[in-house]
């Protein structure tokens, strides 16, 4: 693990945590990229033609991270849903002269599979969180929550006939009964240990969708402990490594742009250790379990 222990790795993820040994770390937090939404630069996730192919290939990742998390270690996943047929390349035209909007970049040119009038329809939300959530639990995720993230500034998007989203899933899965999870530790944080947390969208430098740290922090500190390795396998903005480090754990980040990989090593790099570690955590050696079900 010293290949990969506090190093932005630049490279292709799911081959990166092929190499890395089983059950090697306790924690992973991530958001990969969101269907059809945004171009980085190299990305393959996210680009896909068939929202389908989009889980299937999510899919592939969780099969990763779950070979190399710990038998008693979590994994949180941010995953945003998407509409069909609603952008431009989806079958429609866009915005143009005023009504232009800034991300319309990222749609020009996309190309995705025709409708076929039942799960594929214009203006079908597709569901695509609940969906790779299944998945996973069909592959042996036991899924302990699914967490609504509450964006109070949660950009408008023009559509005449919907409401707003103003929220965002985050599943909290485990790979087995007994896990590591810090209860007093989520009674006090943002979650007032309940499922639901809002934090405003806080964009870094040029990753318009990164992480906020409020958002990040109590995550690490519920579901970890000192010294422990942390993995976010779509790095970005390394919001992730860069509160690890300051919690007292290790990291382990991946990403395959470069920009952003580079962006991430100077974050990391000027973040100190420690600094948000307020509270001693228990003894690493020592890994408490909460059955969360039986602490009513």
Same mark, same amino acid.
């Given at each position: 693990? +010293?290949d990969?222990?506090?190093?932005t790795?630049?490279?292709?993820?799911l081959?990166?945590?092929?190499?890395?040994?089983?059950?090697?770390?306790?924690?992973?937090?991530?958001?990969?990229?969101?269907?059809?939404c945004?171009?980085y630069g +190299?990305?393959?996730?996210?680009?896909?033609?068939?929202?389908?192919?989009?889980?299937?290939?999510?899919?592939?990742?969780?099969?990763?991270?779950?070979r190399?998390?710990?038998?008693?270690?979590?994994?949180?996943?941010?995953?945003?849903?998407?509409?069909?047929g609603?952008?431009?390349?989806?079958?429609?035209?866009?915005?143009?002269?005023?009504a232009?909007?800034?991300?319309?970049r990222?749609?020009v040119?996309?190309?995705?599979?025709?409708?076929?009038?039942?799960?594929?329809?214009?203006?079908?939300?597709?569901?695509?969180?609940p969906?790779?959530?299944?998945?996973?639990?069909?592959?042996?995720?036991?899924?302990?929550?699914?967490?609504?993230?509450?964006?109070?500034?949660?950009?408008?998007v023009?559509?005449?006939?919907?409401?707003?989203?103003t929220?965002?899933?985050?599943?909290?899965?485990?790979k087995?009964?007994k896990?590591?999870?810090?209860?007093?530790?989520?009674?006090?944080?943002?979650?007032?240990?309940?499922?639901?947390?809002?934090?405003?969208?806080?964009?870094f430098?040029?990753?318009?969708?990164?992480?906020?740290?409020?958002?990040?922090?109590?995550?690490i500190?519920?579901?970890?402990?000192?010294?422990?390795?942390?993995?976010?396998?779509?790095?970005?903005?390394?919001?992730?490594?860069?509160?690890?480090?300051?919690?007292?754990?290790?990291?382990?980040?991946?990403?395959?742009?470069?920009?952003?990989?580079?962006?991430?090593?100077?974050?990391?790099?000027?973040?100190?250790?420690?600094?948000?570690?307020?509270?001693?955590d228990p003894?690493?050696?020592?890994?408490?379990?909460?059955?969360?079900?039986?602490?009513?």
């Amino acid at each position: 693990m +010293n290949d990969f222990i506090n190093k932005t790795i630049c490279g292709d993820s799911l081959e990166i945590m092929k190499s890395m040994p089983e059950e090697c770390v306790n924690l992973a937090i991530t958001s990969p990229p969101y269907f059809g939404c945004r171009v980085y630069g +190299n990305e393959t996730v996210g680009r896909e033609e068939d929202p389908r192919e989009y889980i299937e290939n999510i899919f592939k990742f969780t099969q990763e991270i779950k070979r190399v998390l710990r038998n008693d270690g979590s994994f949180y996943l941010n995953i945003g849903d998407m509409y069909f047929g609603t952008k431009s390349g989806f079958g429609f035209k866009g915005f143009t002269g005023k009504a232009a909007r800034k991300t319309h970049r990222h749609y020009v040119g996309r190309t995705v599979v025709d409708a076929d009038g039942k799960y594929l329809q214009n203006k079908q939300l597709l569901q695509l969180p609940p969906r790779i959530a299944a998945k996973m639990q069909d592959d042996g995720w036991i899924l302990r929550n699914c967490i609504i993230w509450k964006k109070k500034n949660a950009m408008p998007v023009p559509a005449p006939d919907r409401f707003l989203p103003t929220y965002e899933y985050i599943y909290f899965f485990s790979k087995s009964e007994k896990y590591y999870f810090n209860l007093k530790e989520s009674k006090k944080s943002l979650f007032k240990g309940k499922d639901i947390i809002t934090v405003n969208i806080q964009p870094f430098k040029k990753h318009d969708a990164s992480f906020p740290e409020e958002l990040i922090y109590p995550m690490i500190k519920i579901s970890s402990q000192t010294g422990d390795i942390v993995l976010d396998p779509f790095g970005g903005s390394g919001t992730v490594a860069s509160i690890s480090k300051r919690t007292n754990r290790k990291y382990v980040y991946i990403d395959t742009n470069k920009e952003f990989c580079e962006s991430a090593n100077m974050r990391i790099s000027e973040t100190a250790a420690g600094t948000l570690a307020n509270d001693p955590d228990p003894d690493p050696e020592v890994r408490p379990v909460c059955y969360f079900d039986n602490l009513v």
